[in-house]
């Protein structure tokens, strides 16, 4: 089977988010005996590079964002060579990830007439919003962790982005997905619950997978890093990423503050590149600023090795987050998460057995479950082998892989009913 992955961005120019997890998805439907091909987009020069043994299309597009909501639907720089690219390689499916900046939505229908398969993986509220989705949490209930009604407010996404709104935006995202689309995948159960309650058609689910292999480091990798770190005695919780509100960093460092008085060795690592952002954070909380590891952008085996020098992962967001990948690292690493309520993050972490879930707005629940984790060994070496178990059982690459295989043969029926 050919299969063409289109995704906005893919590492190494973006390291993270969905364009990694596309990238390993190829990686797993290439080991499983699949033709598998990129495109993605680049501000240069439009080219074709082989990327560790994968053919990689990156067609130009650059653009002011206050465009995004027009471009996003039909990007003039990008459809054309596209176009004429899918008619080339004639591929048996074309599954989509984030195409909601540069490749845009319209890729989806030159897909379909160019005679394949076409599958849309959603890793975030974007068919239906702008940003993040913050509109069914209310900070003054911070007990609540259920029952969330995903529908938007009437005139939402308007209020957000006033004169950038393109009032035809999710109404050609909905038509595209129904009509140009023969399988939908949602990454969480949470995020197919939230894009089906704002009129999208209906979404499968597949969870994202890692191989948790590759957090088998040697020891002494894990303390290089603990000593280039200075975090030798130290109770160390890992967050990995940009830190910003959305990310719940306000939440996490009012909780920390209380974590240090019972555990005063506490550190917190940050693994994202120092910035004029974390360096306010630590201004702004001086008596913090010691207890704040700043590590770095870190990749393949010093992420592993900075998941298993950590006690425990904090991934306290305060906006809908579909499916938290460092909460699957951490537990791959034996590193119990303590996550957000707020999106998928529960399909994951079962509470109370390998993590734990809260409300990021209960700033003392926050707090006790992170204490609870760095004072009690034989607590924290129990979830993290029952989280490393889960993990290995649902959660890894090979079961992803299979499954989005699942769903292309799926898609292939719908498309082409009359073939056996």
């Keep these: 089977m050919h299969i063409v992955i289109l995704c906005d961005d893919l590492p190494p120019d973006s390291p993270g988010g969905a364009g990694k997890i596309a990238w390993q998805l190829g990686q797993g439907l290439m080991a499983a005996g699949h033709r598998v091909t990129f495109i993605t987009h680049t501000p ?37 060579p596209l176009n004429k690219l899918l008619r080339q390689l004639r591929p048996d499916i074309v599954h989509a990830h984030t195409v909601n900046i540069h490749l845009s939505y319209h890729s989806l229908v030159i897909a379909r007439r160019a005679g394949a398969a076409t599958v849309f993986t959603s890793h975030d509220v974007m068919p239906f919003a702008y940003g993040k989705l913050t509109a069914f949490i209310d900070p003054d209930r911070p007990d609540q962790c259920d029952g969330w009604n995903y529908r938007l407010p009437f005139g939402y996404n308007w209020r957000r982005m006033r004169f950038r709104w393109n009032p035809a935006r999710n109404l050609s995202i909905r038509h595209t997905l129904r009509y140009y689309v023969d399988k939908r995948v949602a990454v969480s159960a949470a995020l197919k619950q939230a894009l089906e309650a704002n009129s999208l058609p209906p979404f499968d689910v597949v969870h994202n997978g890692i191989d948790p292999a590759i957090f088998d480091v040697p020891e002494i990798n894990i303390e290089v890093l603990r ?51 974390l360096n306010q954070l630590r201004r702004d909380n001086p008596d913090l600023a010691d207890h704040i590891v ?6 393949g085996t010093d992420l592993a090795a900075a998941y298993r020098l950590a006690d425990v992962v904090a991934s306290p967001s305060v906006c809908f987050d579909s ?14 998460p303590v996550t957000t309520c707020f999106g998928g993050a529960a399909e994951v972490v079962v509470d109370g057995e390998t993590g734990y879930v809260v409300n990021p707005y209960n700033i ?27 993990v290995e059982r649902y959660f890894t690459l090979d079961h992803q892989t299979q499954a989005m295989l699942d769903v292309y043969k799926q898609a292939l029926a719908k498309r082409h009913p009359e073939k056996p």
Excluded: C
């Excluded at 240069?44 to 027009?70: D, K, M, N, P």
């Excluded at 700043?294 to 990749?299: A, C, V």
């Design 323 to 336: 499916f938290i990948m460092m909460n699957l690292e951490g537990m791959a690493a034996g590193a119990p």
């Design 364 to 390: 003392d629940r926050l707090a006790d479950r992170l204490t609870r984790l760095l004072t009690d060994e034989s607590l924290r070496q129990r979830m993290a082998q029952a989280g490393r178990e889960r």
């Design 227 to 277: 000593r280039q770190y200075r975090l030798e005695g130290r109770r160390v919780i890992l967050f990995g990423g940009r830190m910003s509100h959305d990310k719940g960093d306000l939440q996490l460092l009012a909780a920390l503050r209380r974590v240090k008085q019972t555990v005063p060795n506490v550190s917190l690592l940050v693994l994202a590149r120092a910035s004029d952002y």
């Design 44 to 80: 240069g020069h439009s080219r074709t590079e082989t990327r560790q043994g994968i053919e990689v299309h990156l067609l130009h597009s650059q653009y002011a964002q206050r465009w995004v909501a027009w471009y996003s639907l039909f990007n003039p720089q990008t459809v054309l």
């Design 294 to 299: 700043i590590g770095g952008w870190l990749e």
